[in-house]
Antibody
Framework: QVQLVQSGAEVKKPGASVKVSCKAS????????IHWVRQAPGQSLEWMGW????????KYSQKFQGRVSITRDTSANTAYMELSSLTSEDTAVYYC???????????WGQGTLVTVSS | QSVLTQPPSVSAAPGQKVTVSCSGS????????VSWYQQLPGTAPKLLIY???KRPSGIPDRFSGSKSGTSATLGITGLQTGDEADYYC???????????FGGGTKLTVL
């Protein structure tokens, strides 16, 4: 069965960076895109970007361009999302999710809570 | 402020039917597929409807989706207390070159 398993919760200080991982199993990793979506407390879902796991080509939301980096390691079937210059407004649950290229997201990871606090 | 507009909340009694609307524009809903997600408290979103009106395996036919022009609708019949959750619509926005979501609708089963 398809599974996306994310790394554990993180606590970071303002100005720091965070890197979250997402290990995929149960399907051919390189056929799909991995998205990163975040959800601040009590808020809606916010798309950050994706990576084509096949060719490694990322696409970022304009809001996060320059501050986010999404990469993947095909040998480990794992995608990564690194967000830099953290502020308290980046406190959120970060989800990875998969879809076919330009398709609907069908599976989600369990989420990783990132707390930014001094 | 979300690109797609949903009502903040809807409610209905057990066994009844409810609909959740999702309004957008020609750059998103009007020319792209819409999907719907259910998020139970404290859990990750779960796909309910894809490509406007298709149900993944395991999703009961109590859940349905439709699209007309720049709006989409999620329908839930035979409401159960276990349906209490937040529901989100999502689609691709060709102008923003981004995936966009609605603000979410909280369903209360009275």
């Amino acid at each position: 069965q398809v599974q996306l398993v994310q790394s554990g919760a993180e606590v970071k200080k303002p100005g720091a960076s965070v890197k979250v991982s997402c290990k995929a199993s149960g399907y051919t990793f390189t056929t799909y895109v991995i998205h990163w979506v975040r959800q601040a407390p009590g808020q809606s879902l916010e798309w950050m970007g994706w990576i084509n796991a096949g060719d490694g080509n990322p696409k970022y939301s304009q809001k996060f361009q320059g501050r986010v980096s999404i990469t993947r390691d095909t040998s480990a079937n794992t995608a990564y999302m690194e967000l830099s210059s953290l502020t308290s407004e980046d406190t959120a649950v970060y989800y990875c999710a998969r879809s076919l290229p330009y398709g609907d997201i069908d599976y989600w990871g369990q989420g990783t809570l990132v707390t930014v606090s001094s | 402020q979300s690109v797609l507009t949903q009502p903040p909340s809807v409610s209905a009694a057990p066994g009844q039917k409810v609909t959740v609307s999702c309004s957008g524009s020609s750059s998103n809903i009007g020319n792209n597929y819409v999907s719907w997600y259910q998020q139970l408290p404290g859990t990750a979103p779960k796909l309910l409807i894809y490509e406007n009106n298709k149900r993944p395996s395991g999703i009961p036919d109590r859940f349905s989706g439709s699209k007309s022009g720049t709006s989409a609708t999620l329908g839930i019949t035979g409401l159960q207390t276990g349906d209490e959750a937040d529901y989100y619509c999502g689609t691709w926005d060709s102008s923003l070159s981004a995936v966009v979501f609605g603000g979410g609708t909280k369903l209360t089963v009275l």
